[in-house]
């Protein structure tokens, strides 16, 4: 996983044993919170968090802070002034960068559709928003449906195809994490749409690219996970150093097609050798 490869080169660099947990599943908010709650008790020195939920996870949070365990969040905030930094790509960016490739794609018109992953995460929510705004400017396209695919790739294929079956002149689709790419693509190729109905999906896992690849994705919106991890560990460490740390940073969002594949900076972003 490219979160926890940034954050372990971090803990190398600065000396820090990094303990590595998360629920199974994304939408298992319960055992985000149980899994956190341990940590406080064990009095680890500090947190950093990609929250399942926006607000789910503040009391659990509070507590951290109750105990002065600084808590840094990346990916996915929190409703809640308590974590020290926020560490993320610009997810309203992004999912403005995916509206507006997958409007040059559809040829500015026509019905697509949005696939988010879990309602209730920032990141997702962000998403979301920025595909909404982006797409009002153009008249011609308009936006179907929004169906959440609870990050699992059998529930994003079903959705697909249900979607599929009640709009046959589905333009194109917006998937917003993996999973949903998986599942998307999956349903497309079974039906064989793929390259008919366009499909932009945020993230750039291994079969993901094999898909960009294959002509099945067109577009893939690309943060850094790495970046992520790495800088959310080096801040944790510096705010137990007593340092100051900027209270949000951005670490970036980049559309990828493949007529800037090859270039080297998409070839480093992507962590192609």
Known sequence: MTVKAGADSAGREFGIDIIWNGPALETDIAAQIDIVENYINKNVDAIVLASCDVK????????????????????????SDIPKSFIATDNILGGQKAASVLAELTGKKGKVACFPSVPGASSQID??????????SFPEMELAVV????????????????????????????????????GCTQALTARGLQGTVKLVAFDAAENEIEA????????????????????????????LRGKDVPEYIDTGVEAVTMENFYNPEIQKLLRIE
């Open 56 to 79: 789910a996870l503040v009391p659990v949070v509070k507590k951290a802070e109750a105990k002065g365990i600084p808590v840094i969040t990346i990916d996915s905030n929190l409703d």
């Open 212 to 239: 960009l690849k294959s002509g099945t994705i067109q577009a893939l919106i690309v943060q850094d996970p790495f970046a992520m991890g790495y800088l959310g560990v080096k801040t944790a460490m510096e705010v």
């Open 127 to 136: 998403r979301e928003t920025g595909f909404r705004k982006e797409l009002k």
């Open 147 to 182: 169906q959440y695919n609870q990050n699992d790739v059998a529930t994003a294929m079903s959705i697909t195809e249900d979607v599929l079956t009640a709009f046959p002149d589905l333009a194109g689709i917006f998937a917003a994490n993996e999973a949903g790419a998986i």
